[in-house]
């Protein structure tokens, strides 16, 4: 038999962000974070169907037009709690107005 694979679904629309912000790049190993200059931002939730967990992808793209894509990855309690994230240094602020947006409880609540 082949691998089982995990159904993604597309959320409503409502659960899709966009905003313009400054883009700073941190690495564990630096004690200085890299200024990476003005962005427009998109960041559209995702989530496994049947499971829970889900992700978060988030386009960031330069007045050149050249983007970062980044996945989010998220974990869940049954009671819609964050519980874990991954792919990011630190969950930011506009991932958590997300997810609020889509039901999810997140940290600080």
């Not at 883009?23 to 564990?28: A, K, P, Q, T």
């Amino acid at each position: 038999m082949g691998q089982t694979q995990k159904v993604v679904k597309r959320t409503p629309e409502t659960f899709k962000l966009e905003f313009t912000a400054e883009l700073i790049r941190e690495y564990s190993s630096s004690p200085t974070p890299e200024r990476l200059g003005m962005t427009k931002n998109s960041m559209q939730l995702y989530l496994h169907d049947g499971h829970p967990s889900g992700c978060i992808e988030w386009i960031a793209t330069f007045p050149d037009s050249q983007e970062i894509i980044t996945e989010i990855g998220l974990c869940f309690d049954h009671s819609k709690r964050l519980t874990d994230y991954d792919g990011v240094f630190e969950l930011p602020t506009q991932a958590k107005e997300l997810l609020r947006k889509a039901g999810f409880t997140v940290g600080d609540e």
